[in-house]
């Protein structure tokens, strides 16, 4: 569908702004829009413009617990004016998945927030909160960091009595105004390790995520925002969409140039004012490669750069530097010097 089907060795350029080039950004929120309870600096400025400019803005998240009336009023609060509809949670896209598979008026052991139950009851099942209650399903979403370790007994007694198991979204941690927390991978693990079972799991970037956002949003040219490889990215990849990684939230640069292809986005940026701006150019001759005033390349396993001046540019030439060197693998390249040239 995309230029993603081949192997990225760097990031794209455009022209345009990407707010122009592509008419809805499926932005993703923790370290995108907020970390905690807090506006990510020059992200609700951004949103505003790209909105005021014609595109349309979905905001498209793995953490289930709140319900897209929720969400939508805490960006409000934050400077982000969003309707309930403009939200795409992974608990609607689990309680799908779900429903596809269960009779209609199921009974569901629900692990989690309100967001999941508020899902499934959309979809006509009914939340339960005990093994006895005899669920048909098990789903397992984020519920925050008060949820009772007794929930996860409920989950094992009822997946190791046959109960088909699901999860919201797989997330090892996720981020807050203190620090990186655990996320819902991290509670899955645990019934994971008691049942020895496997969920089927519906958010990024799984295809049922990316499905329920293509239903709900409508969208023809899609831009993925967000600041995680592995959910994120790899979602844009897997649904063959156009991808803008920002730098405000899990990824650092480390990372990034480590990425294997299924985790290199199209487009890089500081932050969201990056979808005001189209983005630059990166150019090879003869091994090297240069964006802006920067110039990259690899010699005897080490990544060289040399130049100056934006250094989200020098990033963009050491991506390419090192992503071809890279192949269809991991980085590998010892990247340190280089990186602190630039900052990152």
């Not at 020059?42 to 349309?56: K, T």
């Not at 998240?61 to 939508?72: D, I, L």
Request: proline share 7%.
């Amino acid at each position: 569908m995309t230029r993603e089907a081949r192997i990225r060795t760097r990031t794209d350029a455009s022209v345009r702004p990407l707010s122009e080039a592509y008419d809805t950004a499926l932005l993703d929120l923790d370290g995108v829009v907020y970390a905690g309870g807090r506006a990510i600096p020059h992200a609700s400025e951004s949103l505003a413009s790209a909105r005021d400019g014609g595109m349309h803005l979905a905001y498209v998240t793995n953490n289930a617990s709140r319900t897209p009336q929720a969400v939508a009023e805490h960006l409000t609060s934050l400077g982000v004016p969003a309707e309930p509809a403009d939200v795409i949670t992974s608990a609607q896209a689990v309680a799908r998945l779900i429903a596809d598979q269960v009779p209609a008026g199921a009974r569901v052991l629900v692990v989690g927030g309100e967001g999941l139950r508020v899902a499934l009851r959309e979809r006509g099942l009914e939340p339960v909160e005990s093994a006895d209650d005899d669920p048909a399903a098990v789903v397992q979403g984020y519920g925050g960091p008060e949820l009772p370790w007794g929930r996860f007994a409920e989950a094992c007694y009822a997946v190791s009595r046959g109960a088909p198991w699901f999860a919201s979204n797989t997330d090892l941690t996720i981020p807050s105004e203190r620090g990186i927390a655990p996320g819902n991978g991290a509670a899955v693990e645990i019934v994971r390790l008691v049942t020895g079972g496997e969920p089927q799991v519906a958010g990024k970037p799984r295809p049922p995520m990316h499905r329920e956002t293509i239903l709900r949003t409508g969208a023809e040219r899609p831009l993925v925002v967000g600041d995680r490889l592995d959910t994120d990215i790899e979602g844009a990849h897997v649904g063959g969409v156009d991808s803008l990684l920002v730098l405000t939230g899990v990824t650092d640069a480390a990372q990034l140039l480590a990425a294997p292809p299924r985790h290199r986005p199209t487009y890089v940026a500081a932050d969201l004012r990056g979808l005001l701006t189209g983005q630059p150019e990166v150019r090879e001759e003869t091994g090297d490669f240069m964006c802006g005033g920067w110039k990259a390349s690899v010699r005897d396993g080490e990544a060289l750069l040399d130049g100056g001046g934006d250094a989200l540019d020098g990033l963009r030439a050491l991506c390419a530097a090192v992503w071809t060197w890279a192949g269809d693998g991991p980085g590998g390249v010892e990247t340190d010097k280089a990186r602190a040239r630039l900052g990152y």
